[in-house]
């Protein structure tokens, strides 16, 4: 069974700019949720979504958004990037939502806002 | 406010020798607490999810415990292995909301 698939893998922006990251979840499973992760911070929750509605959603200004495809696809995006948008951003998908199923993560997709 | 703590922030064991890490959390009410490894680049994996009635729960050479009541756990690695070098973060969930991570402990496994 193939993991959770996020694109790109690697991508360099400048400020100002907006970026799409995209999230493939394992077959079955309905729940895609994306974090944020830094040195500083840690790991650090964006939102979930669970058949294409928004679940959750973490303490991230308004130009962090997302959305879920009807087969389950997800995809964040990012407007008006600043320097502190720099990082990995890791979705996970689970067969329950977050609070109920186990996380698979995907490899993540390095963000580098010059 | 919900918050997660990790101890040692980074630790540095000899290969083959044991270390247990610990996390100290706030959060509630208590779901389950989870233990992630992640290697240098990876995303992290699962290594076990614990709930409240739980205090010890194994994987081959990683064991963690729970104890609800001083909302603390500890991952304890035994004989370690250079494969074991990663970040190993703890998480905490709370009822339905978003779950809360520690920001690890960084384990460096060395010959």
């Known amino acids: 069974k193939a993991g959770v698939t996020q694109t790109p893998r690697y991508l360099i922006k400048t400020r100002g700019q907006q970026v799409t990251l995209s999230c493939s979840p394992i077959s079955g499973h309905r729940s895609v949720s994306w974090y944020q992760q830094t040195p500083g911070q840690g790991l650090q929750f964006l939102f979930e979504y669970f058949s294409e509605t928004q679940r959750n959603k973490g303490n991230f200004p308004g130009r962090f958004s997302g959305r879920q495809f009807s087969n389950s696809r997800s995809e964040m995006n990012v407007s008006t990037l600043e320097l502190g948008d720099s990082a990995l951003y890791l979705c996970a998908s689970s067969p329950g939502t977050s609070s109920t199923g186990e996380l698979f993560f995907g490899e993540g997709s390095r963000l580098t806002v010059l | 406010k919900n918050q997660v703590e990790q101890s040692p922030q980074s630790l540095i064991i000899l290969e083959g020798k044991n270390c247990t890490l610990q996390?100290?959390?706030?959060?509630?009410?208590?779901?389950?607490l989870r233990w992630y490894k992640q290697d240098t680049g990876r995303g992290p994996v699962s290594l076990t999810i614990m709930t409240f009635s739980e205090n010890t729960k194994s994987n081959r050479r990683y064991t963690a415990t729970l104890d609800a009541d001083t909302k603390q756990s500890s991952l304890h690695i035994t004989a370690s292995q250079l494969s074991d070098s990663a970040s190993y973060i703890c998480?905490?969930?709370?009822?339905?909301?978003?779950?809360?991570f520690g920001k690890g402990t960084r384990l460096s496994v060395i010959a």
């Open positions: 998480v905490v969930l709370s009822g339905n909301t978003p779950l809360v």
């Open positions: 996390c100290n959390y706030t959060v509630s009410p208590f779901s389950n």
